[in-house]
């Protein structure tokens, strides 16, 4: 049996990195970064920024391979896709693991503007987008219900536990 997927996505500067690491602290979960796999893709020299589908490709296979050690995984990535959301639903499907979709979002748009300004890279050489590039992206609209999570409404620790109470872990 497989364990628990949560795919977790929003839009950048929206907290999920933030979400994911103290998540991954509480519980002992496997934190995926998709920007992470993306940037190591860049330093090995076999591409350049934007890398293109490899590290959601990368990312699907190692959280499979993780589910299906029965471990939890927060699969954090944009995901602006209904592509992207269907394929971490088909890691989840394949491996027997639960699946938990969640979305950040932060409904105050002077506070997502400030975040976006104000965050620090936290993976060299990582580009991050302006706050122009930010509003001007491709995001699709969710079709499926997932749990939306509103950083601009609570603190870390209670969207923390409102994804950690869906996902049962």
């Known amino acids: 049996m497989g364990g628990v997927l949560i795919s977790l996505g929003g839009l950048p500067a929206t907290g999920k990195s933030t979400l994911a690491r103290a998540m991954a602290r509480e519980t002992g979960a496997v934190h995926l970064r998709v920007d992470t796999i993306e940037q190591a893709v860049v330093r090995s020299g076999l591409a350049d920024h934007p890398v293109g589908p490899v590290g959601y490709a990368v990312g699907y296979a190692l959280a499979e391979d993780h589910l299906r050690q029965g471990l939890t995984v927060i699969a954090e990535s944009v995901n602006p896709l209904a592509v ?16 938990l979709e969640v979305e ?9 503007r400030r ?32 749990l939306v999570v509103d950083t601009a409404a609570c603190d870390v620790a209670a969207c923390v536990r409102a994804i950690r109470r869906a996902a049962g872990v």
């Open 104 to 112: 950040t979002v932060c409904s105050d748009p002077a506070e997502h």
């Open 84 to 99: 992207t959301r269907d394929a971490w639903r088909d890691v989840a499907l394949r491996s027997g693991a639960r699946l």
């Open 115 to 146: 975040r976006s300004a104000e965050r620090t890279v936290d993976i060299p050489g990582l580009p991050l987008p302006t706050w122009e590039e930010i509003t001007a992206r491709l995001y699709e609209p969710w079709a499926r219900d997932r």
